[in-house]
């Protein structure tokens, strides 16, 4: 039984919210409990009732969606964010990622692509056109590439968490136990500098994607 998950919508335009706030209602699984025009008003609700996911536009009345995004992710670190904009993905999504989002979507795409990346952020998964991953990825592999090397293994448990799997199951697939894939991913935390889990399989994620691209890529 799937366990029924809280959203913000944040958006100025009003014929725009009241549609996204209709069409997430819509789903069994998503529970809106409110909706927002400004950056004050979501943090104001925010420090009664935290929420699972935010849904931010990027244009907001007399803030942006950045600076909202910077603010939930300090306060509430483990908040899920996507934003939703007209904006260029291509201008701006690598910005909304670096503020502490998981996600930007395009408001001309078809719904169901814009709800799939929504359950892909709610699944701690990443929700960005395969253009941003690459940016992401480039920027991310340049910053460490005179950094410390991961090692065979660490390679290996690094590449089976961002193809999604849990501790345990990497730890069944190397053949080895939990404790060890753990001393794993804190040697990969410390080489590449990573803070915490979140952005462990961000990154990680990253990683993969890029992989089976420049795969695909390669077998074309």
């Not at 069409?23 to 943090?43: K, P, Q, Y």
């Not at 940016?135 to 410390?148: R, T, Y």
């Not at 961002?162 to 060890?180: E, F, I, W």
């Amino acid at each position: 039984m799937s366990t029924t998950q809280t959203v913000l919508v944040v958006d100025d335009h009003p014929v725009f919210r009241e549609g996204m706030v209709g069409l997430l209602s819509a789903e069994d699984d998503l529970d809106v409990v409110a909706s927002v025009s400004s950056h004050r008003e979501a943090m104001r609700f925010l420090r009664t009732q935290p929420v699972d996911l935010c849904v931010i536009d990027l244009s907001l009345r007399n803030s942006n969606g950045l600076s909202l995004v910077k603010s939930i992710s300090c306060e509430w670190p483990e908040t899920q964010m996507v934003v939703v904009s007209m904006h260029d993905e291509l201008l701006y999504g690598e910005r909304a990622y670096r503020a502490g989002a998981s996600g930007y979507l395009m408001k001309d795409q078809p719904w169901d692509i814009v709800i799939q990346g929504i359950r892909h952020v709610l699944s701690g998964r990443l929700a960005f056109s395969e253009q941003v991953g690459k940016l992401l990825f480039a920027s991310q592999s340049s910053a460490h590439s005179g950094g410390p090397k991961l090692s065979n293994r660490e390679l290996e448990v690094f590449e089976l968490l961002g193809s999604g799997q849990s501790v345990r199951k990497v730890a069944v697939d190397l053949s080895v136990s939990p404790k060890t894939v753990e001393s794993h991913i804190a040697s990969i935390k410390r080489k590449l500098e990573i803070q915490n889990a979140t952005e462990l399989v961000h990154r990680a994620t990253l990683w993969s994607a890029s992989r089976l691209d420049r795969s695909s890529s390669a077998d074309s």
